[in-house]
């Protein structure tokens, strides 16, 4: 897909969003188009992917058809997307899919099979405990795997920097073959599509 066709995608999903047609969380995309997409490049077919509760345009360029992405989102699993078929999977658990995706690469390194894991996640996630031990048993044990960190700067409404008081992210400038760090302003709220309200 192209930037303009992922833009497209969450824009309609946002006005159906703002419509009341989705009785459930969404959690959108916006400004990191071109970084995505530049990540996807490497991606086969093959490999897996995993990601937290954003998780929509990452089913897209993975090759789920959108209009299966839009039925999903429409049911109410915005957050929660998974695709076997094209090796995909979501979770709204904060850092849930990583120990799930080092056990993959684990399998594919002890079967030999030709495939690699693309593992996303927020700038707030990648400084857990969970995250800083996944990453170090990967690298430790040469697993086929690449993290992805994408910064949109915010834990939910909090500055992911002034939560842990911290300026600069451990990720941030790290030249290393297991992790791509970048980062983003996004449009959207946490989640939902309009403008937060809070009491």
């Known amino acids: 897909m192209t930037k303009d066709e992922l833009i497209a995608f969450e824009d309609e ?16 995309y916006s400004g990191n188009e071109e970084q995505i997409i530049s ?7 093959q490999d897996w ?3 937290s509760w954003r998780a929509h345009y990452q089913c897209l ?13 429409m049911a109410g699993r915005s957050i929660s997307l998974c695709f076997p078929e094209q090796r995909i999977y979501s979770s709204a658990i904060v850092g849930g ?7 993959a690469a684990m399998a594919i390194q002890r079967s030999g099979e030709d495939a690699k894991v693309y593992c996303f996640m927020g700038e ?11 990453i170090k048993y990967s690298r430790n044990h040469k697993l086929p795997i690449h993290f992805i960190v994408e910064d949109n700067e915010k834990s939910v409404c909090t500055d992911t920097r002034e939560a842990w008081n911290q300026p600069h992210l451990s990720y941030q400038d790290v030249a290393d073959e297991y992790i791509t760090y970048y980062r983003y302003q996004t449009k959207y709220p946490h989640a939902g599509a309009g403008m937060r309200v809070q009491f």
């Open 49 to 51: 992917v995993f990601c």
């Open 61 to 73: 360029l993975k090759g789920v058809p959108p209009e299966q992405v839009r039925d999903e989102i």
């Open 39 to 45: 990540v996807f490049k490497n991606v086969r077919p």
């Open 124 to 134: 707030m996630t990648s400084e857990t405990g969970i995250a800083h031990e996944s």
């Open 97 to 103: 899919v990583l120990p799930i995706a080092v056990g």
């Open 13 to 28: 999903i946002a006005a159906t969003f703002n419509a009341g047609k989705i009785r459930a969380p969404v959690h959108l």
